[in-house]
C-alpha cells in the first residue's frame, strides 16, 4: 500500500519537501557515482559497503604523503645501488683480469690445463678449473637436494610440534657453522674413513667411467701392469683428495641452506589446498604429491639455486679436501681436482712473485663471477616459463 502522509519509507524524505543539497564534494565539481551518497560532517563520499573516502575538497597539493615518497625513494636507491655495485665489481675484475686475458689467445685460455702464469711465455688457463668446480658443484646437489627437500618435508609434516622445533633449530644451527671446520672434518675425518669406501666403488662400479680408478702416468693414462697388460689397482692407501670428497663435503655444508629455505616454504601451503586433496581421499603422501610440491615447486628451486651458489664459491673446505693437478679427471675418486674458489686460495701467496699471478687469478674470479650470474640467470628463466611456479 502507498503512504500518502508522513516520510517515504525508500527515501526517508517528506512529500513536497526540497531535495537536500549536495555537500562540498559536488560543489568542488566531483561527481557522484551509483551506489554513493553524500556522508554527514563533509567527511566525503559514502560508499555502498559503507566506507567513506577523504573529501575531495580537503585535497590540496600532492596526493602522496612525504613519507610515501621518501619510502619509494629509498627503495629505488636500494635497488639501483644493488644494481651498481654489481657494475663496478664486474668492471674492477675486468680491468684488474685485462693483463691476463691479452697475455695469450682465448683458446688457449680456455683450454690450457696447466697454471703456471709466471714462466715466460706464461700459460695458464681455466679448463681444469672450470671441470672441477662444476663437477663438484653437480655432486654436491645431486646428494643434497634430495636430503634437504625430504628433512624439509619430515620437519614440516611429519614431525610432531616439539620434534620440528628442535630439529630446524639443528639444521638452522649448522647452516652457521663455519667452512674450516667442514674442510678440517672432510680432511681429517671423511677422507681417512671413507678409502675403503671408494675402494669399494672401483671394486663393483668400475663400469661406470666416473668410478673406474687406475693410477695414471704423467699424461694422464693408466698404468699397465707389466705381466698382464691390464691396468694396474689402487690401493686403499691411495684414495683420498678427490671430486668426490669435496662433493660430499659441499652437499653437507648446502643441506641447511636448502632445507631451511624448503622448510619454510612448504608451511606456506594454503590450508584449503591441502583440506581439498584431504577431502579427495588422499593419502599423506598423495596429499604432499598433489598439493604441496607443486605449490613449493618455484621455492624449492630457488633454494637449489641458492645452494649452488655456496657450492660454486666455496674455498677453503674445497682447498682442504682437494689436491690439485689442473688435468680433467672424469673419474671423480681419484686423487686430484681443482676449482676457481680453491686455486685462489692456494695460489694467492705466492702469485706476487710474478707480473700476471694477481691478474690471472682475478681472471679466475671473473670467471667465477659470470658462472654465478649465468647459473641464476638460467634458474630464474626456468621458473617464468612455467606460469604456475609463479607467486
Known amino acids: ?41 563533509g567527511f566525503g563520499i559514502v560508499h555502498a559497503g559503507g566506507s567513506p573516502t577523504p573529501d575531495a ?16 625513494g629509498l627503495a629505488a636507491g636500494s635497488g639501483a645501488l644493488l644494481l651498481v655495485v654489481m657494475a ?37 688457463g681455466i679448463a681444469a678449473l672450470l671441470f672441477g668446480t662444476v663437477m663438484s658443484s653437480v655432486i654436491a646437489m645431486v646428494i ?25 633449530a639443528v639444521v638452522d644451527l649448522l647452516a652457521a657453522v663455519p667452512s674450516l671446520v667442514f674442510g678440517m672434518w672432510g680432511l681429517y675425518f671423511l677422507i681417512p674413513k671413507t678409502q675403503g669406501f671408494q675402494s669399494w666403488l672401483t671394486d663393483y662400479f668400475s663400469w661406470i667411467p666416473l668410478f673406474n680408478a687406475h693410477p695414471r702416468d704423467a699424461g694422464g693414462n693408466p698404468v699397465l701392469d707389466g705381466a698382464t697388460g691390464l691396468p694396474l689397482s689402487l690401493t686403499v692407501q691411495q684414495y683420498g683428495k678427490s671430486l668426490l670428497m669435496a662433493g660430499i663435503v659441499l652437499a653437507i655444508m648446502i643441506i641447511p641452506v636448502v632445507s631451511a629455505v624448503c622448510r619454510e616454504v612448504f608451511l606456506q601451503v594454503p590450508a584449503e589446498t591441502k583440506d581439498a586433496a584431504w577431502a579427495l581421499g588422499s593419502t599423506k603422501w598423495e596429499m604432499i604429491r598433489t598439493a604441496v610440491l607443486p605449490f613449493g615447486r618455484a621455492g624449492m628451486i630457488s ?13 677453503i673446505a674445497v682447498a682442504l679436501v682437494l689436491n690439485s693437478g689442473f688435468k680433467i679427471n672424469w673419474v671423480i675418486n681419484e686423487v686430484g681436482g681443482d676449482t676457481f674458489a680453491s686455486i685462489i686460495a ?24 659470470a658462472i654465478t650470474l649465468i647459473v641464476n640467470s638460467i634458474a630464474r628463466l626456468i621458473i617464468a616459463r612455467k606460469k604456475e611456479f609463479t607467486a
Open 1 to 41: 500500500m502507498a503512504t500518502t502522509g508522513g516520510t517515504d519509507p525508500m527515501t526517508d524524505e517528506r512529500p513536497g519537501d526540497a531535495p537536500p543539497e549536495r555537500d562540498d564534494a559536488v560543489r568542488a565539481g566531483v561527481s557522484e557515482p551509483p551506489g554513493e551518497a553524500p556522508s554527514a560532517g
Open 88 to 124: 663496478a665489481i664486474a668492471a674492477f675484475l675486468i680491468w684488474q683480469a685485462m693483463p691476463a686475458l691479452t697475455a695469450q689467445s682465448p683458446w688457449a685460455l680456455l683450454t690450457t690445463q696447466s697454471w703456471n702464469p709466471g714462466a715466460t711465455p706464461p700459460v695458464f
Open 57 to 72: 575538497a580537503g585535497i590540496t597539493g600532492r596526493s602522496v604523503r612525504r613519507g610515501d615518497r621518501v619510502f619509494l
Open 346 to 369: 692456494l695460489k694467492f701467496g705466492e702469485a706476487s712473485g710474478s707480473e700476471l699471478g694477481i691478474p690471472a687469478l682475478i681472471t679466475a674470479g671473473l670467471f667465477l663471477f
Open 303 to 315: 633454494a637449489a639455486m641458492l645452494g649452488l651458489g655456496r657450492a660454486l664459491g666455496e674455498t
Open 144 to 168: 643434497a637436494v634430495p636430503i634437504a627437500i625430504g628433512v624439509a618435508l619430515f620437519i614440516s609434516h611429519y614431525a610432531a610440534r616439539r620434534a620440528a622445533t628442535t630439529l630446524g
